[in-house]
């Protein structure tokens, strides 16, 4: 069921920017996990959010991580949202950044949301700090963002 998987080219995409962005090891072993009734889930993360929306052109993959925490955020997904703080350091924005943007979600988003925020942001920041995450240097990306004029 996997093998199939691996040799489509969308989902290979996906998974080499999926890995990048969120580290190889969780994904990794969401894939070895992956059984008959969650293997369509991770099918479609990879291709559709990460071979085709994160591989466009257009937003360079900090953007992206910025934009993600806003969103993650106003839709109450502190799970999601501390993967998605660890990958926001991998693609460049610092922590002075991260937790600008999740203040400026109190506003638009709700005081108890942007809190839940700042706890999975803490959380993450430590998990880092621990040696339990890799957050190193920002992830390649070869899209170019086009200027507008």
């Known amino acids: ?4 998987l691996l040799k489509d080219p969308l989902f290979r995409k996906g998974l080499k920017v999926r890995k990048q962005v969120l580290g ?27 071979g085709i929306i994160w591989s466009r052109p257009g937003l360079t993959r900090k ?29 460049g ?11 400026h979600c109190s506003v638009y988003c709700g005081i108890p949301r942007a809190a839940e ?8 920041f430590a998990e880092v700090d621990a040696g339990l995450v890799k957050a190193g ?5 070869k899209t170019t963002v086009k200027k507008s004029r």
């Open 137 to 141: 240097k920002p992830t390649k990306q």
């Open 24 to 50: 190889a090891g969780d994904i990794d072993q969401r894939i070895r996990d992956a059984d008959q009734y969650t293997i369509g889930h991770e099918e479609i993360t990879t291709k559709a959010a990460w």
């Open 93 to 103: 924005l610092t922590r002075e950044e991260i937790a600008e943007a999740i203040l």
């Open 117 to 124: 925020a700042r706890r999975a942001m803490q959380q993450a």
């Open 63 to 91: 953007q992206r991580s910025l934009l993600n925490l806003g969103i993650l955020t106003a839709l109450h997904q502190p799970y999601e949202l501390r993967h998605h703080i660890q990958a926001a350091l991998r693609n």
């Open 1 to 4: 069921m996997h093998e199939k």
